[in-house]
């Protein structure tokens, strides 16, 4: 189920929460990545008809979200916030949320066995939730958005406050969710965790969109900041020589005693394109080549900063 | 929409709310045991204590518990689903807004309204032990229109209080000022300004004794309130509670919440 906003602006008196959005999510895991106060849960509370946008639109399904309750069939929602009914138990909590959704008895007892078991609650699922630890609220939050199948699922910091093994299996859900031809979006702050995720990526800051795509496409797309190849090859003195003979590296740094260097390109994917005749017509053996700034990190801090 | 009543029925009776309401309505049982431990003093000077009944209905039921109780649980319908910041789960499922207004509303009435009925009952079982089941048969009239008045009062103050509750966040403040203030210096002025009390209306359905000419409390005061019509009293309060229920389901069918600490 495809997901739109449509020049959306949300703000709060003088206050911009969201500016001017424009972009469509297909299924799959997408991440909505931008540092504190950025405008993401904003976002996602557009995206789930919580909040009215002041301008444009947004569209689950092809359908405007706000004031359309029937919609929410097919949407699930992990809040940001810590907020519970404290007196109820896990299995209270997701049942009658799941309960709500229409389903016969039997058929929400059977969703919420379901979604405690997935979201691994099951043992804790007759404690009060006021007592459970901060990763377990963050697992009985999540049960109760994914318990009634939704198509598309909104999950706002899902893995804050988690354990290890909370975040790995938290992770490994969402990858299946989208994997599944769910369209999952994903909101952090925490950039390798979105990057364990997915590869798609909406970058926001200031409520503005800075980028929207395939990280390596976006990383591309930066031509201000060179991209930066390390390359770990026997021949480190006739690859430099080179390298040096293209126009769009700007500089080749080497570590003899490492037996690598470090090459800086304006046009990446001429560079990656190249390299494999080069290598091949020289007979230069390459043991290792990656990029220490293709990753969400680098991207982020070129796009923000 | 029974799911959300029985599922606002459980938060409502799991919930810290509910301990408070049951020991406010334990508090005029309380002291109508204390009434009956002094029953020879008050003998003493010709006073039956089951005469005491319609004043304890009166000031403690009438003019406490149910405005209290009202203010207080009305107020947080919506407002404690945003403080709590809960409201999120409830607005993203597949149900239109104005439901949960309504089944929150209703939720808290059924169980208020057990609790005010059941001090009630309990309230005058204890004033009438003395006399025996007859004793408690005779007077059972009154209890059963004190009863019905105190339903009448619940359903026309807790919409209303519901309304305000989702509209600001001091509701509480303003909802002791109304019933407190307005409602208690307003309902006693002659004139017409007493129409815009929703006291004045159960005024005019409390039992006999408290009217006019009937050697009630009211004969006590130096000016002659007239009182509405019973019929007429009952059509105004279910409208005040079907505007109450109005008001609320529109303010969060059409409002936004922001959320705390966001």
């Known amino acids: 189920m495809k997901v739109e906003a449509r020049h959306l602006s ?44 002041s301008k444009g639109e947004v569209l689950v399904g092809g359908e ?6 029937k919609l929410n069939r097919n949407i699930g929602y992990c809040p940001e916030q810590d907020a519970f009914w404290k007196f109820l138990t ?71 406050g988690m354990d290890p093994v909370g975040r790995r299996d938290t992770i490994e859900f969402i990858k299946k969710a989208g994997r599944d031809g769910g369209t999952v979006i ?9 990057e364990e995720m997915t590869d798609t990526i909406l970058l926001i800051n200031h409520g503005r969109q800075l980028a929207h795509g395939n990280i390596f496409e976006i990383r591309e797309l930066i031509d201000t900041h060179p991209l930066q190849v390390t390359i770990r090859c026997d021949q480190v003195n006739v690859l430099t020589q080179k390298l040096l003979e ?13 037996g690598q260097l470090t090459v800086e390109t304006k046009k990446p994917r001429d560079f990656h394109a190249r390299l494999p005749d080069l290598v091949l017509k020289h007979g230069i053996k390459i043991h290792s080549l990656w990029s220490p700034d293709e ?9 923000v900063r | 929409m029974n799911q959300e009543i029985r599922f606002f029925i459980r938060n409502l009776i799991k919930s810290r709310r509910l301990f408070w309401a049951v020991l406010l309505g334990l508090f005029p049982v309380v002291i109508t045991l204390v009434l009956l431990a002094a029953r020879p003093l008050l003998e ?57 207004a309504a089944s929150k509303i209703l939720a808290n009435l059924v169980v208020l309204g057990c609790i005010l009925i059941l001090s009630l009952f309990l309230c005058y079982t204890v004033l009438h032990l003395p006399y025996g089941l007859s004793g408690w048969l005779d007077e059972s009239g009154q209890l059963a229109r004190s009863m019905g008045v105190l339903l009448l009062g619940l359903a026309a103050y807790l919409p209303l209080f519901s309304f305000l509750g989702s509209l600001f966040k001091k ?49 006590m005061l130096p000016i002659k309130i007239t009182m509405t019509k019973d019929i007429v009293a009952i059509f105004v309060l279910l409208m005040i509670s079907a505007a109450g229920f109005f008001l609320t389901a529109l303010v969060l069918t059409v409002r936004e919440y922001r959320l705390e600490r966001e």
């Open chain 1, 90 to 160: 896990g299995r209270e909590f997701v049942g009658s949320l799941v309960a709500m959704h229409g389903f016969s008895s039997e058929e929400s007892e059977k969703r919420t066995v379901r979604a405690l078991e997935t979201a691994g609650m099951t043992e804790h699922a007759d404690k009060k939730i006021g007592g459970y630890s901060k990763g377990m609220r963050q697992r009985i939050k999540l049960a109760q958005a994914f318990a009634h199948d939704p198509k598309v699922l909104f999950l706002d910091e899902p893995l804050n």
């Open chain 1, 186 to 194: 994903v909101s952090s702050h925490i950039l390798h965790e979105v």
């Open chain 2, 44 to 100: 003493d000077r010709d006073i039956e204590v089951f005469r005491l009944y319609p004043q304890i209905s009166f000031f403690l039921y009438l003019h406490f518990l149910l405005p209290m109780t009202a203010v207080f649980t009305g107020s947080a319908v919506i407002g404690e689903e945003v403080e709590d910041q809960t409201l999120p789960y409830l607005l993203i499922r597949p149900i239109p807004k104005w439901r949960f």
């Open chain 1, 246 to 258: 293209f126009d769009d590296v700007l500089s080749v740094q080497f570590d003899r005693e490492k």
């Open chain 2, 171 to 219: 509701a509480v403040l303003g909802g002791l000022l109304f019933t407190f203030g307005w409602e208690n210096l307003i309902a006693y002025l002659p004139g017409n300004a007493k129409l815009l009390t929703v006291v004045h209306y159960l005024h005019s359905l409390y039992p006999t004794f408290f009217r006019s000419n009937s050697g009630g409390i009211l004969d």
């Open chain 1, 295 to 303: 990753n969400l990190e680098a991207v982020f801090e070129y796009l």
């Open chain 1, 64 to 69: 405007p979200v706000w004031n359309n309750y």
């Open chain 1, 10 to 53: 949300k703000w709060y008196g003088q206050v911009i929460g969201v500016n001017d959005l424009d972009f469509e999510i297909g299924p799959g895991v997408t991440g909505f990545l931008g540092p504190n106060g950025a405008g993401k849960s904003t976002l996602l509370k557009l995206m789930t008809g919580q909040l009215k946008p």
